[in-house]
Structures are given as C-alpha cells and as structure tokens.
C-alpha cells in the first residue's frame, strides 16, 4: 500500500474529509488510483459544479468565496483521480478554512447545507495554488511508487 503525504489543512480528527464520519484514504478504507485523465475530468464535474462568487447557493454548487479566500477553487476528498471520487456535490459537506491561535478550524461554507457526518464527501475553499501544491504531491507518489490503475494508497495529514 502507498501513502500520499496531504498538503491540506488538518481538520480535525485524523480524516482528510472534513467533519465526515467516511475516513476514506485509511488503511482500513484506502483509495484506489485512477489513471485515466477523463474519468478524472468526470469525476471532479461530478463533485465541483462551479459557479461565480454571487451566484445563489443550492446544494449542488460550489460558489467561490474570492472575496474571503483568494484564488477559491473546489478541493474535493475523495480525489477526483481515486476510483472513489465523483460524488455528486449535493452529497458533500462544503467547508471553508480559517487559522486560528495556530489550529486549522473548518467551518460550514454553503448556508443551503449545514455540515453532516454522513457525508460521502468534502468540497473545501482553499487557494487555488494549495490545492494545485496538493495534486502535484499526488502526482509524485504516482510516479515515485511507480502506481498503476487501480493501486491503493492511504492519505496522511501531517500536523
């Protein structure tokens, strides 16, 4: 099994899926890679249905928050290049992120969606360059571990 070191926040509880009861990315429940550069596009327009800061919030979009968090972008666990990523946004707890007294805190980010445990997944605010920095890492374990299709691998979020 391989392990993809996170550049994420830490949010709380040792899960890379903010306030979600679905550790995906375990030893117990690892993801699985995917190779292929569509199925991944599919999956992230599954899970990220972007829309302009000012739009009306529903349950499917992700409406960027630029004015609070610069260069937003929707940053999805699981990863849309994991056979488990490409839940529907509506079933994802959407979160943003603030630094306080030195601690990652996340908040709820969609006033249509209060934060639930159930949730099969996470759309995070973060900076676009964080969370390129994030599927870069990704990208070098791929190479590293030499990975292919369909290979597990574990998430780890460094304090």
């Given at each position: 099994m391989?392990?993809?070191?996170s550049l994420?926040?830490?949010?709380?509880g040792g899960?890379?899926?903010?306030?979600?009861?679905?550790?995906?990315?375990t030893k117990?429940e690892p993801?699985?890679r995917l190779?292929n550069?569509d199925?991944?596009?599919a999956?992230?327009?599954?899970?990220?249905?972007?829309?302009?800061?000012?739009?009306?919030?529903?349950?499917?979009?992700?409406?960027r928050?630029?004015?609070k968090?610069?260069?937003?972008s929707?940053?999805?666990?699981?990863?849309a290049?994991?056979?488990e990523?490409?839940t529907?946004?509506?079933?994802?707890?959407d979160?943003?992120?603030e630094l306080?007294?030195?601690e990652?805190?996340?908040?709820q980010?969609?006033?249509t969606?209060?934060?639930f445990?159930e949730a099969?997944?996470?759309?995070?605010h973060?900076p676009?360059?964080?969370?390129?920095a994030?599927?870069q890492?990704?990208?070098r374990?791929?190479?590293a571990?030499r990975?292919?299709?369909?290979?597990?691998?574990?998430v780890r979020?460094?304090?």
């Amino acid at each position: 099994m391989h392990e993809a070191r996170s550049l994420a926040p830490r949010t709380g509880g040792g899960h890379a899926s903010a306030a979600s009861c679905q550790p995906l990315g375990t030893k117990d429940e690892p993801l699985h890679r995917l190779a292929n550069l569509d199925a991944q596009e599919a999956n992230r327009d599954r899970t990220c249905v972007v829309a302009a800061e000012g739009a009306v919030e529903t349950p499917e979009l992700f409406v960027r928050k630029s004015s609070k968090i610069p260069d937003d972008s929707c940053d999805e666990h699981p990863f849309a290049a994991s056979l488990e990523g490409g839940t529907p946004g509506a079933y994802c707890n959407d979160v943003e992120f603030e630094l306080v007294d030195g601690e990652w805190i996340y908040a709820q980010a969609n006033s249509t969606k209060p934060l639930f445990k159930e949730a099969q997944c996470s759309r995070g605010h973060v900076p676009l360059d964080l969370n390129s920095a994030a599927g870069q890492e990704l990208g070098r374990l791929v190479q590293a571990q030499r990975m292919i299709d369909f290979d597990a691998y574990t998430v780890r979020i460094p304090a």
